[in-house]
C-alpha cells in the first residue's frame, strides 16, 4: 500500500536559517505529491505539489523536488519567517486512491 | 479561504449522544472527503463520497456514517460517542476530474469535544 514517512518533530529554527523537512514515500504505480501546512487553530492549505518525476513545486518561498530515484519529496526554505511556525504534512495520492499522509512536521521559529 | 465550509465550528457533548457535522464543498467540486485529526492518531480518513456515491472508506467506525446530498453538501454523523471520539474532523473537496489533478481543500474543521 502507500505510505508517506516525514521526520519526526518539532524543528525549531531561529528567524532566517535555512529550513529542510524530509519527506519519503511507498506507492504502487506514478503518485503525485504535496505539502500541506496547518496554521494554529485552522484547516490544511495546499502548500505546494509535483505530479512527476522531476518536477518542482513551489509555493511561498518553499520548494520541494520529486525525486523518483530516492521516493523523496523533502520540503525546503531558504530563509524561515516566525510566521511560518505551523505544522507541515507530506501527502502523495496514486491513481484512483485517496490521499495518504504522512504524521505531520511542527516548526516552530523564534524571532 | 479554499471555499470549504463546516459547520459547526465547536461542538460540546456527551457520551453516548450523536452529532452531526456538515460540509458544503467548493463551487464545482464533485467530492467530499472526511477525515479525523486526533493528537495519538494524527490525520485520518475516514470516507469519500463523489456526486452522491460512496467512493472510498478508510478508517470509519461503525457508528459513523456519512452521506452526500443531491446539493453535493456531505453530513458526518456520529453516534453513540465515546471520549476517544473527541477530535478535530475536517471536510475536504476536490473536483476529482480525470486529467485535473486530485488536490484536496480543506475546510476549517469542527472541534468535536466528548465529555
Known amino acids: 500500500g502507500n505510505s508517506v514517512t516525514q521526520m519526526e518533530g518539532p524543528v525549531t529554527l531561529s528567524e532566517e536559517a535555512f529550513l529542510t523537512i524530509n519527506c519519503t514515500y511507498t506507492a504502487t504505480g506514478y503518485p503525485s505529491l504535496f505539502w500541506y501546512v496547518q496554521y494554529p487553530g485552522e484547516g490544511l492549505q495546499l502548500l505546494l505539489k509535483?505530479?512527476?518525476?522531476?518536477d518542482k513545486g513551489s509555493n511561498k518561498g518553499f520548494e520541494a523536488t520529486y525525486r523518483k530515484e530516492t521516493t523523496s519529496f523533502h520540503l525546503e526554505k531558504g530563509s524561515v519567517q516566525v510566521s511560518d511556525s505551523a505544522v507541515y504534512f507530506c501527502a502523495l495520492i496514486s491513481g484512483y486512491s485517496t490521499l495518504t499522509f504522512g504524521k505531520g512536521t511542527m516548526l516552530l521559529v523564534s524571532p | 479561504d479554499s471555499g470549504v465550509t463546516q459547520t459547526p465550528k465547536h461542538l460540546i457533548t456527551a457520551t453516548g449522544q450523536r452529532v452531526t457535522l456538515r460540509c458544503s464543498p467548493r463551487?464545482?467540486?464533485?467530492?467530499v472527503y472526511w477525515y479525523q485529526q486526533s493528537l495519538d492518531q494524527g490525520l485520518q480518513f475516514l470516507i469519500q463520497?463523489?456526486?452522491?456515491?460512496?467512493?472510498a472508506k478508510g478508517n470509519i467506525l461503525e457508528r459513523f456514517s456519512a452521506q452526500q446530498f443531491p446539493d453535493l453538501h456531505s453530513e458526518l454523523n456520529l453516534s453513540s460517542l465515546e471520549l476517544g471520539d473527541s477530535a478535530l474532523y475536517f471536510c475536504a473537496s476536490s473536483v476529482d476530474r480525470p486529467g485535473t489533478g486530485h488536490e484536496q481543500f480543506f475546510g476549517p474543521g469542527t472541534r468535536l469535544t466528548v465529555l
Open positions: 463520497y463523489y456526486n452522491g456515491e460512496e467512493r
Open positions: 509535483a505530479t512527476k518525476a522531476d
Open positions: 463551487s464545482g467540486d464533485l467530492s
